[in-house]
């Protein structure tokens, strides 16, 4: 029963939201073009079809080839940080202060070097993406144990071998970590720039929609990316436990 409950709990609060939300709008007589139903959002939604999935499958081959480009990147970036205690003290600043800066103050630098397309929405993509990658992984390798490592060494294990051997499955649960907090910041990369330097995906259609007031469709955008995203979410969070589950606690409390 328990257990049963558990399962059902998000798909139990998404419909107490989308109710909720439904009642408010109508108890409230809320002017469609501040907030629309969910009944209004479905049925432009439907009636939209076509066009919404056409703009959603470019934002997410936008995402995708974007988040690749992170997670290759972050991969190495944070081996060779994590690695090295010389370079983790000279590299964090910059990558810390790389990623406070706003994304979107990127695009437009990237609409002249690469005119308005798909190409600065990856871009920005990858920019949004790489940091949580980079630091989760070299932090997994930062934290390797240095008994650990002093004993691999007394039994003539080189550098390579304690990354490889250890080090590496040491830091997978925080890679996995990482990949399920960086695709959702690519879908936001993605969209960013759509917004400002694309003539098609969901950014588009949303920026597109909001000029003529068309709130429904608005909401209808929000809806499919973060459905996008959840899923995206979900498929990495299953991979993660099938890779590391000798790093997860069992439900009943067991190592």
């Known amino acids: 029963m328990k257990v049963n409950l558990v399962k059902a709990a998000p798909w139990l609060v998404v419909a107490g ?5 439904e009642l408010i709008c109508v108890g409230f007589e809320v002017p469609e073009f501040l907030l629309p139903a969910p009944s209004a959002v479905w049925k432009v939604g439907v009636v939209q079809f076509e066009p919404i999935m056409m703009h959603a499958t470019q934002t997410f081959i936008t995402t995708l080839a974007g988040f690749a480009i992170a997670v290759a990147v972050g991969l190495l970036i944070g081996m060779a940080v994590g690695s090295s205690p010389l370079l983790y003290r000279a590299m964090y600043p910059l990558l810390v202060g790389f990623n406070s800066i706003p994304k979107v103050a990127f695009v437009p630098v990237l609409v002249v070097w690469f005119g308005i397309g798909t190409v600065p929405a990856i871009l920005t993509a990858f920019l949004i993406s790489f940091f949580p990658v980079v630091v989760n992984v070299a932090t997994g390798l930062a934290t390797l144990e240095p008994e650990l490592e002093d004993v691999l060494r007394s039994l003539g294990a080189s550098r390579i071998d304690i990354l490889g051997k250890v080090g590496l499955p040491r830091a997978m649960p925080y890679f996995f970590a990482s990949l399920k907090v960086a695709i959702t910041l690519a879908f936001v990369g993605s969209v960013i720039a759509e917004t400002v330097a694309s003539n098609l995906g969901i950014g588009y259609l949303m920026m597109s929609a909001s000029s003529s007031m068309n709130m429904p469709l608005v909401f209808a955008g929000l809806i499919v990316i973060g459905v996008m995203g959840v899923v995206m979410y979900e498929l990495f969070a299953f991979v ?3 890779m590391t ?7 009943d409390g067991a190592a």
């Open 17 to 21: 939201m989308f109710l909720l939300w």
């Open 240 to 242: 993660e436990k099938r």
């Open 245 to 251: 589950s000798w790093a997860h606690r069992k439900p």
